[in-house]
């Protein structure tokens, strides 16, 4: 960037830290009552709270959500800033404390099994006459409704039910859980931020909440749908032919430098294909091996084996400033504190300083956001 294109940047960044600095958060106002635990409702309820909502995380006596005693990391990581309310659900006196939070709320998000919040009085259809504004979110593994809708589950169920998993391991192999982010658990909570942030747009025209039916599988079976796609244009009908499909990509993986650290390289288009080529000298330009794509893919396994022992000729940082300057995809793999101390490089990033240490936030500042 040129001198004075930095410092128009600084000025807009200083002018947009201004108006933020005046700025309401753009869930100021919104109550929530959080009846959820351990990972998908308390990492939607933590986003809320960043984006200005008051949440209340309402938690069973004596010990509260399951998290805090299974993982004590995961709890604090995911209820900063709620306000803790211990009710007995079973009893009078917590249910109505339950139903004085209720009466204040825009937004209640439960997690328990279908039936339970209806046996407890909680349900929807008990409250939505009495409270016509409220926005209800039920999440759950598999919805309210359905062969499998009682089924207790965990991250790589929810894979499994949406068809992620049979696309993991190789062609004639077993599926392998490879994913080490609860991508289910964490699709879900994205899917239902942005339905509450539609229903709460609803509402402004409506006057009227509504209940949404949000369940973990469904949002993994969401995020299929490119892959959907992709399989009916190639045919591929079978897990093995998906699976040869998605894996062995030319010049696509995660390559061994020689100090032992590892790049990823994506070189697909075929203008970053010639970029890498020339870089690293790894084909004649006319090599019957890589003349187009459909030649470099069905010569995968030969191409991404002499990147392979191209790139173990480099130490990580050369080869990645050497790559980067040619204008390629490449990227060091990073562990996680590497991650979050390279983004505070990023004015777009949002890092909170907690007392375990610093975490990310929603990764998109909206005006009055801290």
């Not at 080529?277 to 995968?300: E, P, Q, S, Y």
């Amino acid at each position: 960037m040129s001198t004075s294109g930095a410092t128009h940047a600084a000025h807009a960044a200083n002018a947009a830290n201004a108006v933020n600095a005046m700025a309401a958060p753009p869930l100021a106002g919104v109550r929530v009552v959080d009846l959820t635990e351990l990972l998908p409702g308390p990492f939607l309820t933590q986003t809320l709270v960043e984006m200005g909502a008051e949440v209340v995380k309402i938690e069973r006596p004596p010990h509260g959500d399951n998290a805090r005693h299974l993982a004590p990391g995961l709890f604090a990581a995911l209820n900063r800033g709620k306000h803790s309310l211990y009710c007995d659900l079973k009893s009078d006196s917590g249910l109505a404390e339950v139903r004085a939070q209720i009466a204040q709320a825009d937004i209640l998000i439960e997690s328990y099994r279908p039936g339970v919040m209806r046996r407890l009085g909680l349900d929807y259809e008990g409250l939505r006459e009495q409270f016509p504004r409220l926005i209800y979110l039920s999440l759950t593994g598999f919805g309210q409704d359905g062969p499998h809708a009682l089924l207790p589950g965990h991250d790589i169920n929810y894979l499994a039910a949406a068809g992620a998993l049979s696309l993991t391991g190789t062609p004639g192999g077993p599926p392998v859980h490879q994913a080490m982010l609860p991508i289910a658990d964490l699709a879900g909570a994205s899917m239902a931020l942005s339905a509450l942030l539609a229903a709460l747009y609803q509402r402004t025209g409506s006057g009227r909440g509504q209940y949404l039916d949000a369940a973990l599988a469904d949002s993994v079976l969401h995020w299929m749908a490119p892959r959907l796609g992709l399989f009916r244009q190639k045919a591929a009908t079978t897990p093995d032919a998906q699976r040869a499909m998605l894996g062995g990509k030319p010049a696509y993986g995660v390559f061994r430098c020689r100090d032992g650290r590892y790049l990823t390289i994506a070189a697909l288009e075929e203008h970053f294909w010639r970029g890498l080529n020339d870089v690293l000298g790894l084909f004649a330009a006319n090599d019957a091996c890589c003349v187009d794509h459909a030649a470099r893919t069905a010569n995968a396994e030969t191409i991404n084996a002499r990147l392979a022992e191209r790139v173990a000729e480099y130490d990580a940082d050369t080869l990645m400033a050497r790559l980067a300057n040619a204008d390629l995809p490449v990227f060091p793999v990073l562990d996680a504190v590497e991650a979050v101390a390279q983004a505070r490089h990023r004015s777009g990033a949002r890092i909170t300083e907690t007392e375990d240490g610093p975490l990310p936030g929603f990764p998109v500042t909206l005006e009055g956001m801290a």
